[in-house]
């Protein structure tokens, strides 16, 4: 009777604890749970405001760049290019405004080397507005088009915007750009007649054939400069990702673009050359007056006179002077811009 009542003693007391167990278990996952699930809540508030927080700085981290920042630096870079590289382009000139003559290749380099001066004005107010409104241009055209800075962008993203921002730039400088062939042209002749000055030579071809005279070649200088413009800033990222942390390497890929754009670009300033070459000469002289400035037919007609008296290879007659050209400027320009705008950050500072 004794061991039985220990025996139901012993049982009561193993009911109760398992009893007591099974409710301190339930009871630690149920806290567990409750505290998993406040857990979960917190870290979805925090990553909530993370993302805000995130969104929030990344729209105030890159507003666009004032005007104020960019033109004053962007000025000085032109104008050190434009002056910088103005004999080779006055040498490109002259190769390539007789492209269509046989005996093209004999042009004495060094008369021409010796008038480097003419036509040096207008070159560089031309060269120093036409690059302020190019690489001024180009990242508006490309947030204009694209709602992205150009480094956000793509090759032919970047293509695009850089041609569509030389159409302000040829509005503005082809009247610059004729002035200063007319200058160029006439240093070549043995009685220069416009005696280095711009406004003897818009007066002469305003006479002859109207001011739509300034604008001769407007089709051929926009296609050239369109073209141009979109190879070197669709591939000067490609080439500084070539050079990659080279010294130098900012240079070379300003200078690699601005070759491959300088041979893309060639034909269509063969072409106008050599279409002014003819009516600038055939205005001087007294010849027929023309009415407006002639289109791109005349231009063609021009690449086909050159083709049938030099052949295809005509079309890049005096491209070694037109890389030169256009290689170091677009160097000179990818070195020159941001080191202006560092400076002129560090001087309003």
């Known amino acids: 009777v004794q061991h039985s009542a220990e025996l139901r003693e012993s049982d009561s007391y193993l009911q109760k604890n398992s009893r007591t167990s099974r409710?301190?278990?339930?009871?630690?996952?149920?806290?567990?749970?409750?505290?998993?699930?406040?857990?979960?809540?917190?870290?979805?508030?925090?990553?909530?405001?993370?993302?805000?927080?995130?969104?929030?700085?990344?729209?105030?981290?890159?507003?666009?760049?004032?005007?104020?920042?960019?033109?004053?630096?962007?000025?000085?870079?032109?104008?050190i290019t434009a002056t910088a590289t103005y004999p080779l382009d006055f040498l490109r000139a002259a190769r390539m405004s007789s492209a269509a003559s046989a005996d093209a290749a004999k042009l004495g380099l060094r008369a021409a080397v010796a008038k480097f001066s003419q036509g040096l004005a207008p070159e560089v107010a031309k060269g120093t507005l036409s690059r302020v409104l190019k690489f001024g241009g180009f990242p508006v055209a490309h947030r204009l088009l694209y709602d992205r800075a150009p480094a956000a962008g793509s090759a032919a993203s970047r293509a695009a915007a850089g041609a569509l921002a030389t159409f302000p730039e040829m509005a503005l400088c082809t009247p610059l750009e004729t002035g200063k062939l007319a200058l160029q042209l006439d240093a070549l002749k043995a009685a220069p007649a416009f005696d280095n000055q711009l406004q003897k030579a818009a007066a002469a071809l305003t006479a002859a054939a109207g001011p739509a005279a300034l604008y001769a070649g407007y089709c051929a200088l926009q296609c050239r400069q369109a073209v141009w413009t979109a190879v070197y800033f669709a591939s000067r990222p490609a080439f500084a990702e070539a050079f990659g942390a080279l010294p130098g390497a900012t240079f070379c890929a300003g200078l690699g673009a601005g070759v491959l754009g300088a041979v893309a670009n060639c034909p269509f300033d063969v072409c106008r050359s050599v279409a002014q070459k003819e009516l600038i000469g055939a205005w001087v002289s007294g010849g027929e007056a023309v009415t407006r400035a002639p289109g791109l037919a005349h231009a063609l007609a021009a690449g086909r006179s050159v083709v049938s008296a030099r052949g295809a290879r005509g079309l890049w007659a005096g491209v070694g002077f037109k890389s030169l050209h256009l290689g170091c400027g677009g160097a000179l320009m990818a070195v020159l811009q941001p080191a202006c705008e560092r400076a002129w950050a560090k001087a309003r500072a």
């Open 23 to 79: 409710t301190r278990l339930r009871a630690n996952a149920a806290s567990g749970a409750a505290t998993a699930a406040t857990m979960r809540r917190r870290h979805f508030v925090f990553a909530c405001l993370a993302h805000a927080s995130a969104a929030k700085t990344s729209s105030k981290a890159k507003p666009p760049p004032r005007a104020i920042d960019v033109l004053p630096p962007l000025l000085v870079a032109s104008a």
